[in-house]
């Protein structure tokens, strides 16, 4: 993701699923200084613009530093309340590469 001064801020990415898929990238309130993204993306069998409740989704962190790339394999490393968002779970603390709701 580049920023309109065209400075790269982020990056994602994320597997179209068998269905109709949603993807959500959430960004900090100052992307350009905290370059962090949020991806959360799932089935959205009725195109409605929501994951479907009771289908699994998928929730993980990138960061970017110095051009690097990083997924991120725990929340505790950073500020988990820029990244709420209405209708998409709330940001706890995982351990894993991918977070995986139900």
């Known amino acids: 993701m580049y920023d309109l001064q065209k400075r790269f801020i982020g990056y994602s990415e994320f597997e179209l699923l068998s269905a109709n898929t949603t993807v959500n990238l959430i960004l900090s309130t100052n992307p350009t200084q905290y370059q962090v993204i949020r991806t959360v993306y799932g089935v959205d069998t009725n195109e409605d613009g ?17 051009q690097r790339v990083t997924f991120l394999s725990s929340s505790q490393t950073i500020n988990a309340s820029q990244f709420q968002a209405e209708g998409l779970s709330t940001v706890g603390l995982f351990n894993r590469f991918f977070r995986e709701c139900r």
Do not use: E, P
């Open 50 to 66: 929501m994951i479907d409740t009771g289908t699994t989704s998928y929730d993980y962190f990138t960061q970017v530093s110095n």
